[in-house]
């Protein structure tokens, strides 16, 4: 079996332009369409790609393609969508460690693996069969965003060695051995309010505010006591060579 018409959602400009490179050197002769979310309004501006609102072009959707590439896509693929077409997705987590939002960000801070992920969608959130993944290291004076622009490289790599394979439904998978867990946005958007009476060691600080330092975005924050305003809080690293 050969998949011959593809649909790529992706809401991520690196993973979509490597993407469409690995496609150009492919030999096969491949139908796709790359679209983004429907509230990314300035990446469809920027690409001239369409917008795409999976819920409610389901039907058409299902009819028109045979596989479905999910590159940090921003929607959750309904379950008639991912039974009646195969949709693989791009994951920058090491499954099933810290399942669903952003994914690095409480690696940090859980210490638990970080890496990137091919995997199936099925159902559940970033939790169908396994095609494919590999973890990477996560330094102590690593950002967010330094992890995660490593995470985007490796996943291009997995991309690259796996592409072929998932095209010709002639790859191997697996199971995860366990579920893990799952963070959800508002469980993002809790860490990002910083507790300033909060307790702990300052290793355990440093992670904190690491972990949600991601330029150019403001993430960390407190609420002044006195004018009540908001205070966004980062954290920045420099390492010296050893003497």
């Not at 819920?55 to 045979?66: A, C, G, V």
């Not at 969508?81 to 499954?95: A, D, M, R, T």
């Not at 790599?157 to 893990?180: H, M, W």
Request: glycine share 4%.
């Amino acid at each position: 079996m050969f998949f011959t018409k593809l649909l790529i959602i992706s809401d991520n400009l690196y993973l979509i332009e490597a993407f469409k490179e690995l496609l150009i050197e492919m030999k096969f002769e491949i139908d796709y369409t790359i679209k983004c979310s429907f509230n990314n309004a300035g990446l469809s501006k920027e690409l001239s790609i369409a917008m795409v609102n999976v819920e409610q072009e389901l039907e058409s959707i299902i009819s028109t393609y045979d596989l479905i590439f999910s590159l940090h896509c921003k929607q959750i693929f309904p379950d008639k969508l991912v039974n009646s077409i195969k949709c693989i997705n791009v994951h920058p987590g090491y499954n099933p460690y810290n399942r669903g939002w952003f994914p690095q960000v409480f690696s940090i801070i859980d210490k638990q693996p970080i890496g990137a992920t091919i995997h199936e969608i099925d159902e559940y959130l970033d939790h169908g069969n396994i095609i494919d993944q590999e973890e990477i290291e996560i330094n102590s004076w690593d950002t967010s965003l330094d992890v995660y622009n490593r995470v985007l490289k490796l996943e291009v790599e997995l991309l690259r060695r796996n592409i072929s394979n998932i095209l010709t439904n002639s790859y191997n998978k697996f199971p995860s051995k366990e579920n893990g867990n799952v963070n959800k946005m508002k469980d993002y958007h809790e860490l990002c309010k910083l507790d300033l009476e909060e307790n702990g060691n300052l290793e355990f600080f440093i992670d904190k505010l690491r972990a949600l330092t991601h330029d150019p975005y403001k993430n960390a924050y407190f609420v002044d006591k006195k004018c009540g305003k908001k205070v966004y809080v980062k954290i920045n690293f420099e390492l010296h060579p050893r003497k």
